[in-house]
Nanobody
């Protein structure tokens, strides 16, 4: 089992940047695929980005391509989400999640993940 803790959220103006961190404990994150999801008030949780356990290979929602970058530092047992050119519609609680032995085509589905962090708030003002 792996435990996940998100950090790095905050309040920024439109066009600004934040870097979110997802720190793992209990087991190494290097053997897990890790995804980032977000949920705004009154909306369903949506896929943001994912990184595979090997390669690594990365995947992004169309809404964040060219603005967000997911990366992994195995020595620190941490996955990052660098968010640039933030927009008000990026405002949400951001969650990281982990899973083993998942097909690439399912990485965008919340139901594919076994372990979840508690979330970190990102607020972007216009």
């Amino acid at each position: 089992q792996v435990q996940l803790v998100e950090s790095g959220g905050g309040l920024v103006q439109a066009g600004g940047s934040l870097r979110l961190s997802c720190a793992g404990s209990g087991r190494t994150l290097s053997i897990y695929a890790v995804g980032w999801f977000r949920q705004a008030p009154g909306k369903e949780r949506e896929f943001v980005a994912a990184i595979s356990w090997s390669g690594p290979s990365t995947y992004y929602a169309d809404s964040v391509k060219g603005r967000f970058t997911i990366s992994r530092d195995n020595a620190k047992n941490t996955v990052y989400l660098q968010m640039n050119n933030l927009k008000p519609e990026d405002t949400a609680v951001y969650y990281c999640a982990a899973v083993r032995a998942v097909a690439v085509g399912t990485l965008q589905r919340s139901s594919s993940y076994s372990y979840w962090g508690q979330g970190t708030q990102v607020t972007v003002s216009a």
